[in-house]
């Protein structure tokens, strides 16, 4: 395999550790714990699982002896930067701890347990990918692990590889499907057990033991670098409106991590927009007014983030996906009929007036969208709706209208991006090359002390890496209930953007100032090399955070 300068530097990186994983580790046991909300329920489905202390790694004078071990590593869902240091880090730790210890991977994420498709990794496998990006080491994959079948049968290559102890890599379902396992496992005494650990580069798998999922740190980084390149353009040939979609279907923190690093002109917020029970106009109208006030200083350019799933979030918007959803699946035989050309009206006449007037608003692209991607529930693929465009074809719209009735003589040309999978398998910064291989190395301690249903835990991370705090934080501590295709099931809360946190009390008290002047960063590529202030930043929404 031929590799890059920079591959060849960064395979000598050795990540920092916390100081208390550095040697022998005694673990310290916090308080029991309930979930965040429907306890009863949540403990009724988990009694083997549920209560469980938080735990905390303190450095020992004890000498220790562990038994060989053999552990197996899926890594599951998207890609997000810093999985492999997740693998070399559980691959150190069992070492350290036993060097016959042996560690074997799935292939493809859950489906590998699930088919026996697997391989072991080795020393040599482990160096060719310390620090890199992506998840090539193994692949992954988005089976669910949710059926007693699926258990059973990942069971019978558990027990022929000697496998004691599984650690899933993956986002809130991930984690939720490892929680599952786990307790089905120690309510069977099948003597395996499961520990998660936080991945995904949207950011909303975090609580107050889980500062950040890994690989966010990265991807914000990556955005940022084309998103500064970009206004640097706007700025240089002043002349067009730049529309960023930006990774984010379920909350909006890589927008708001990604304004706070660059400062554009706008970016909205999906949970404010929720918050305020802004409708589509409303959106349009702000951005539209910017555009308006920016113009009457003869700036006719400037930039939006967007992020990924604001369509959602917007309440007359989810009404009319709703509806639009029981409609189809049961009108679909009656709908494939109609004439291409005729579907629109068709929709029209058929949907309730609130959602027919908003329906009929919408440009012919996007409705188009609405009524034709469907996932396999019958449901609109929301990830698919280009919002960039459709933004900036309804302000468009506005201020063509404006000028009419002259509010506004400026000119209006725009420009799309999305930003997705981009920043998804880049080599991780320093600081998720740490992160993530404490919480390989934190795995590898949890499962030598027998722990099971336990999420991996490192914190304290704005601090310098040897004073972060390892530990663990019992999964059903993060659960509630929640609807999914029509019945209640434990689910992983996810965190949304709080709008009274720091972060983005930081932004709103930023943001207009950024709307009328032209006060962009160019945050530039991710430095590995140099000061400790230009390459061991965590993210702004981190350091607010934790201020």
């Known amino acids: 395999m031929t590799k890059s300068a920079l591959q060849i530097a960064r395979a000598a990186y050795q990540p920092k550790l916390p100081k208390a994983l550095r040697g022998a580790v005694k673990v310290s046991e916090g308080e029991a714990t309930q979930s965040v909300a429907d306890q009863e329920e949540i403990k009724k489905l988990f009694p083997n699982t549920y209560g469980m202390p938080l735990l905390?790694?303190?450095?020992?004078?004890?000498?220790?002896?562990?038994?060989?071990?053999?552990?197996?590593?899926?890594?599951?869902?998207?890609?997000?930067?810093?999985?492999?240091?997740v693998?070399?880090?559980?691959?150190?730790?069992?070492?350290?701890?036993?060097?016959?210890?042996?560690?074997?991977?799935?292939?493809?994420?859950?489906?590998?347990?699930?088919?026996?498709?697997?391989?072991?990794?080795?020393?040599?496998?482990?160096?060719?990918?310390?620090?890199?990006?992506?998840?090539d080491i193994i692949g992954s994959g988005r089976t669910k692990l949710e059926e007693t079948e699926q258990f059973e049968k990942g069971l019978e290559i558990l027990k022929k590889l000697g496998i004691s102890a599984l650690v899933i890599i993956g986002g809130d379902d991930s984690n939720t499907n490892a929680c599952v396992l786990a307790e089905y496992y120690a309510a069977k005494k099948y003597g395996v057990q499961v520990i998660g650990c936080p991945k995904t580069i949207d950011g909303d798998l975090k609580n107050e033991m889980i500062e950040t999922s890994f690989g966010f740190d990265t991807a914000c980084k990556v955005y940022s670098e084309v998103i500064g390149n970009i206004q640097r353009d706007c700025n240089s040939a002043r002349k067009y409106w730049h529309f960023i979609k930006l990774m984010g279907r379920s909350a909006s923190h890589i927008a708001l991590e990604c304004a706070l690093q660059v400062q554009p002109n706008v970016c909205i917020v999906s949970e404010e927009v929720e918050a305020?029970?802004?409708?589509?106009?409303?959106?349009?109208?702000?951005?539209?007014?910017?555009?308006?006030?920016?113009?009457?200083?003869?700036?006719?350019?400037?930039?939006?983030?967007?992020?990924?799933?604001?369509?959602?979030?917007?309440?007359?918007?989810?009404?009319?996906?709703?509806?639009?959803?029981d409609f189809l699946a049961k009108?679909?035989?009656?709908?494939?009929?109609?004439?291409?050309?005729?579907?629109?009206?068709?929709?029209?006449?058929?949907?309730?007036?609130?959602?027919?007037?908003?329906?009929?608003?919408?440009?012919?692209?996007?409705?188009?969208?609405?009524?034709?991607?469907?996932?396999?529930?019958?449901?609109?693929?929301v990830s698919l709706i280009e919002t960039e465009k459709l933004l900036s074809e309804m302000v468009a719209k506005k201020l063509d209208q404006w000028k009419a009735e002259g509010k506004f003589n400026g000119k209006f040309a725009a420009q799309h991006h999305f930003f997705g999978y981009e920043g998804r398998c880049a080599a991780p910064s320093n600081y998720d090359a740490d992160y993530c291989y404490s919480l390989g190395y934190t795995a590898s301690v949890l499962i030598a002390n027998g722990k099971t249903g336990y999420m991996s835990s490192v914190?304290?991370?704005?601090?310098?890496?040897?004073?972060?705090?390892?530990?663990?934080?019992?999964?059903?501590?993060?659960?509630?209930?929640?609807?999914?295709?029509?019945?209640?099931?434990?689910?992983?809360?996810?965190?949304?953007?709080?709008?009274?946190?720091?972060?983005?009390?930081?932004?709103?008290?930023?943001?207009?100032?950024?709307?009328?002047?032209?006060?962009?960063?160019?945050?530039?590529?991710?430095?590995?090399?140099?000061?400790?202030?230009?390459?061991?930043?965590?993210?702004?929404?981190?350091?607010?955070?934790q201020a």
């Open 459 to 545: 914190r304290n991370t704005t601090a310098p890496a040897e004073e972060w705090i390892a530990g663990g934080v019992p999964i059903t501590m993060m659960m509630n209930m929640e609807r999914r295709h029509g019945e209640m099931k434990p689910v992983i809360q996810k965190a949304l953007v709080k709008l009274d946190g720091a972060p983005f009390k930081k932004f709103a008290a930023d943001r207009d100032t950024w709307a009328i002047n032209t006060d962009y960063v160019y945050p530039g590529p991710i430095q590995y090399f140099g000061p400790t202030e230009v390459c061991d930043q965590p993210t702004k929404t981190l350091k607010l955070e």
């Open 276 to 325: 305020k029970d802004m409708s589509l106009d409303d959106v349009v109208t702000y951005i539209a007014q910017i555009v308006a006030n920016r113009a009457e200083k003869g700036n006719n350019f400037g930039t939006v983030l967007i992020p990924e799933g604001l369509v959602e979030f917007i309440p007359a918007m989810k009404r009319l996906i709703a509806e639009l959803n």
């Open 56 to 85: 905390k790694f303190v450095e020992s004078n004890e000498g220790q002896s562990f038994p060989a071990i053999n552990v197996g590593v899926i890594l599951s869902g998207g890609q997000a930067p810093g999985g492999h240091n």
């Open 331 to 381: 009108n679909a035989e009656e709908f494939s009929h109609i004439k291409k050309s005729y579907q629109r009206e068709y929709i029209i006449s058929k949907l309730s007036k609130e959602n027919s007037e908003i329906y009929a608003s919408l440009p012919e692209s996007v409705a188009r969208q609405l009524t034709l991607d469907r996932d396999p529930h019958g449901n609109v693929q």
């Open 87 to 135: 693998i070399s880090g559980l691959f150190d730790g069992i070492k350290t701890l036993n060097a016959d210890s042996k560690l074997y991977g799935f292939i493809l994420g859950p489906g590998g347990l699930v088919n026996h498709d697997y391989m072991e990794l080795t020393g040599d496998i482990i160096d060719e990918y310390r620090n890199t990006g992506g998840f």
